[in-house]
């Protein structure tokens, strides 16, 4: 009976010996750093892999929020965790030797965090924790990658403060991601330009000595650049005082921005919040922007464009150009801005081109926007120029089926509420106009609308009431019709 008892309390020894050892590995995972000289590095050694959070799981995730342990040189090398086809592998930037104190420079730990990612095969999340800022130099995130991604900042990122400490052949951009398809960059987190020094540069409009620009090269970072990347989305981040544009996309495909708040000084020059250009089938949407230039903007090869639930200002609103700069050809087709609010901005809903340039404007609808003492609140501007140097050319793009519906507010009476300066020898047609109620902002008398060589029609009552424009087609329709893109 003794040797029974005996032998069981062995037994119980060692199983709770066993479930010890068991539970000090699973909350001590060892790390293994690598080398910031590799171009491609491997994943931490044991690095957890991320799974959905379950309802009884987010609890305990939660009360912890410890930074991971210091490496153990020697370490044994665990066998690392099945993953499943519904989890993504975790790369924590910390893991990488990224300190986030702000001051140190945490370039090198965040791209090895992504060169690993990218080539794993399963899907992965690069980990940007919260409670930590992050000194993070102008930077290429290249992929294709091998598998879907997600770059969770929760945490705050940083750019260098002071212009000197940019190299000379990388003060265009801060953050760029190129070929990155499939990628998600979302999170709670804060990523900083400071930019206040940028904008205090002499070349900069709003610095310079007498009013004028300098002549001399002014090159500004923007802060979150895409290039040729498809199946993009951008979801709930901060993002804040770029030296140029806050986000520009260039020849992506399917892009969904939602839930950002872009915030900069009203004064910022150039600080525009989005920028699309040469890209197609992009969605924005539920967004905060005031800035210094505008909320959003549309270049040269744009198609399928939905801006919806947006607020902006103050800045210079939402604008479709500017187009044709240099005598170049420019094409813009299927924009649609829905359900906006644009709060004391230089202009509301606006089609700005140069002179000299060709292609067209075309399938434009601004639908259900709120206007709160906005300069220009509905303005087409064919005569765009930033000098006063600007010659008058004979050509120009032909801007066509534009509807403006349910266009309500206030507009500063320092200019016209609606503006429509179209080119001499390429009028605007097609152009209709409904529900538009536009009232000063302060005094009682309401200002003539501005017409140029504008062809449509009023198809309500508006407030002012749009006489000016011509009814028909211009002669010369055949012959604009040719410039057309789509």
């Not at 500017?322 to 906006?340: D, I, P």
Request: net charge neutral; proline share 8%.
């Amino acid at each position: 009976m003794t040797l029974t008892r005996l032998m069981a309390l062995v037994l119980v020894v060692s199983l709770l010996f066993l479930c010890g050892t068991i539970d000090t590995e699973a909350r001590h995972p060892h790390r293994h750093h690598r080398s910031p000289k590799n171009t491609i590095s491997v994943p931490p050694i044991g690095a957890p892999l991320y799974s959905p959070p379950t309802a009884s799981s987010n609890a305990s995730s939660n009360s912890t929020n410890s930074s991971p342990p210091s490496p153990s040189p020697g370490a044994p090398i665990p066998t690392p965790a099945p993953t499943s086809a519904n989890s993504y592998s975790l790369f924590d930037v910390l893991a990488y030797g990224a300190v986030g104190n702000g001051v140190s420079d945490d370039t090198e730990a965040f791209k090895t965090a992504w060169d690993s990612a990218c080539q794993e095969m399963n899907p992965s999340m690069i980990s940007v924790p919260k409670g930590y800022s992050f000194l993070i130099k102008s930077t290429i995130f290249a992929g294709p990658c091998q598998n879907k991604m997600i770059f969770q900042v929760d945490g705050t990122i940083v750019a260098p403060s002071e212009p000197d400490l940019w190299p000379a052949n990388s003060r265009r951009n801060w953050l760029i991601f190129y070929r990155a398809d499939g990628l998600t960059l979302r999170g709670g987190g804060l990523i900083d330009g400071r930019g206040e020094k940028w904008w205090d540069l002499p070349c900069k409009p709003h610095k310079a000595k007498n009013g004028s620009a300098s002549r001399g090269p002014c090159d500004s970072p923007v802060a979150l650049r895409f290039f040729s990347s498809s199946n993009v989305t951008v979801d709930g981040l901060k993002v804040q005082d770029s030296p140029q544009f806050h986000f520009r996309f260039d020849q992506c495909r399917y892009v969904t921005v939602s839930s950002l708040q872009i915030r900069s000084p009203a004064l910022s020059p150039n600080t525009d919040g989005i920028h699309v250009e040469g890209s197609e089938n992009v969605l924005i949407h539920n967004s905060v922007i005031s800035n210094g230039d505008d909320c959003v903007s549309i270049g040269a090869g744009s198609l399928n464009i939905h801006i919806e639930n947006v607020t902006c200002g103050p800045g210079h609103g939402i604008s479709i150009g500017s187009l044709g700069k240099q005598n170049s050809r420019a094409c813009v087709a299927n924009v649609t801005v829905r359900n906006a609010v644009i709060r004391h901005s230089d202009n509301g809903v606006r089609i700005k081109t140069w002179q000299g340039g060709s292609g067209s404007v075309s399938a434009v609808t601004f639908d259900n926007i709120h206007m709160d003492t906005v300069r220009n609140p509905i303005i087409i501007d064919q005569y765009y120029c930033l000098s006063k140097s600007c010659q008058n050319q004979t050509s120009n793009l032909f801007v066509s089926g534009v509807a403006y519906r349910n266009i309500k507010g206030t507009y500063d009476v320092r200019s016209p509420p609606v503006h429509f300066g179209c080119s001499d020898s390429v009028p605007c047609t097609n152009i209709t106009v409904s529900e538009v109620e536009l009232l000063p902002a302060t005094g009682q008398i309401i200002s003539d609308p501005f017409c140029w060589n504008v062809y449509g029609m009023a198809q309500t009552m508006t407030i002012p009431p749009l006489l000016c424009l011509q009814e028909g087609l211009p002669r010369s329709i055949m012959d604009i019709d040719s410039n057309k893109c789509y």
